[in-house]
């Protein structure tokens, strides 16, 4: 056999050598037809982002992710003393909007901050949390917090459609979701339409009292205050005080008294304050709020015919 022959039967036996070099049996060099991904790994190479030496030691290994990954479920958590919204909202990476919207009531007024031992929930992304009622599904959620309703099956791994309803009480997480509007201080003076001759004069600016449990009126406005005055069971505009005090049975007239509550039409919305007193020339002095501007309080003394008065409820 001549040396040019034996080169080529050994060439040929090349591509079926079996050799393990430590590789995993699924690398190795097998007898048979030639394995291409483990002659690579034999000696040295690339496979995926996983880089092996000669003898199949790591030289490079999978990446490792440096962040964690994100979570779909809220976190409860408890406010803690020196706590602020801004705060949280920085060390949990979220929008202090999403964390008023994941907590409404309590937190929809701006003016208004977390306080020690409070409990909340807040979304781990933007978004809101929502505890659903029954009825609720991805698609009426996404029309009410005007995302894709994909977006909301997808995050929460909701395996239904976004028609079908998602049980009452269940806690979900709206991704990129809007809330309603949250209420603002006025910046300045609000618009008050006044009616009769403009008799009535402001006697004051400023007050103490104390809030009332179950206050749900919107702070700073004249139904919040006059509810901390004088609890009423109903809710709703300053202007349909009248009608529903009526509705409930409770004495109405058009005679001033101590502690009955005025209602006047001298906003869009109506008016509420509390009467202080009834002096002898026939006026009276009532205590409001949100007539000079919103979150203040007067005192003003009003002449017969002074107001666009609906009455006074006793």
Same mark, same amino acid.
């Given at each position: 056999?001549?040396?040019?022959?034996?080169?080529?039967?050994?060439?040929?036996?090349?591509?079926?050598?079996?050799?393990?070099?430590?590789?995993?049996?699924?690398?190795?060099?097998?007898?048979?037809?030639?394995?291409?991904?483990?002659?690579?790994?034999?000696?040295?190479?690339?496979?995926?982002?996983?880089?092996?030496?000669?003898?199949?030691?790591?030289?490079?290994?999978?990446?490792?992710?440096?962040?964690?990954?994100?979570?779909?479920?809220?976190?409860?958590?408890?406010?803690?003393?020196?706590?602020?919204?801004?705060?949280?909202?920085?060390?949990? &990476?979220?929008?202090?909007?999403?964390?008023?919207?994941?907590?409404?009531?309590?937190?929809?007024?701006?003016?208004?901050?977390?306080?020690?031992?409070?409990?909340?929930?807040?979304?781990?992304?933007?978004?809101?949390?929502?505890?659903?009622?029954?009825?609720?599904?991805?698609?009426?959620? @996404?029309?009410?917090?005007?995302?894709?309703?994909?977006?909301?099956?997808?995050?929460?791994?909701?395996?239904? /459609?976004?028609?079908?309803?998602?049980?009452?009480?269940?806690?979900?997480?709206?991704?990129?979701?809007?809330?309603?509007?949250?209420?603002?201080?006025? /910046?300045?003076?609000?618009?008050?339409?006044?009616?009769?001759?403009?008799?009535?004069?402001?006697? /004051?600016?400023? @007050?103490?009292?104390?809030?009332?449990?179950? !206050?749900?009126?919107?702070?700073?406005?004249?139904?919040w205050y006059v509810y901390n005055r004088?609890?009423?069971?109903?809710?709703? !505009?300053?202007?349909?005080?009248?009608?529903?005090?009526?509705?409930?049975?409770?004495?109405?007239?058009?005679?001033?008294?101590?502690?009955?509550?005025?209602?006047?039409?001298?906003?869009?919305? &109506?008016?509420?304050?509390?009467?202080?007193?009834?002096?002898?020339?026939?006026?009276w002095t009532v205590a409001e709020m949100?007539?000079?501007?919103?979150?203040?309080?007067?005192?003003?003394?009003?002449?017969? &015919?002074?107001?666009?008065?609906?009455?006074?409820?006793?």
């Open positions: 056999m001549t040396h040019a022959a034996v080169l080529v039967i050994a060439l040929a036996l090349s591509g079926y050598v079996s050799l393990s070099h430590g590789l995993p049996r699924s690398l190795s060099l097998r007898l048979g037809e030639v394995n291409p991904q483990g002659m690579i790994m034999g000696a040295g190479g690339n496979v995926g982002s996983v880089e092996v030496g000669r003898s199949s030691e790591i030289v490079k290994p999978v990446a490792i992710p440096v962040k964690a990954p994100v979570a779909h479920v809220a976190i409860h958590y408890q406010v803690a003393d020196g706590d602020t919204l801004k705060d949280l909202a920085t060390r949990f &990476g979220v929008s202090v909007d999403s964390i008023r919207w994941s907590n409404l009531p309590a937190l929809k007024s701006t003016y208004k901050d977390v306080s020690k031992g409070m409990d909340i929930v807040i979304p781990p992304v933007d978004g809101v949390v929502v505890t659903t009622q029954a009825g609720d599904t991805p698609l009426s959620l @996404g029309n009410t917090y005007h995302v894709d309703s994909q977006g909301i099956l997808d995050f929460n791994y909701l395996r239904t /459609s976004d028609q079908d309803p998602i049980p009452a009480g269940t806690v979900i997480v709206i991704p990129g979701g809007k809330g309603p509007d949250l209420l603002r201080a006025a /910046s300045g003076p609000v618009l008050v339409i006044h009616g009769g001759n403009g008799g009535y004069t402001i006697d /004051s600016i400023g @007050g103490t009292f104390t809030v009332a449990p179950g !206050n749900r009126f919107s702070f700073g406005y004249c139904t004088r609890q009423v069971p109903w809710l709703g !505009n300053a202007w349909q005080w009248f009608g529903q005090a009526q509705a409930y049975g409770w004495a109405t007239g058009q005679t001033p008294k101590v502690g009955a509550i005025m209602v006047t039409f001298e906003s869009g919305f &109506g008016h509420v304050a509390y009467v202080e007193a009834v002096n002898s020339d026939g006026s949100n007539f000079v501007r919103w979150d203040v309080v007067d005192h003003r003394t009003i002449k017969p &015919g002074g107001v666009p008065l609906i009455g006074f409820i006793y």
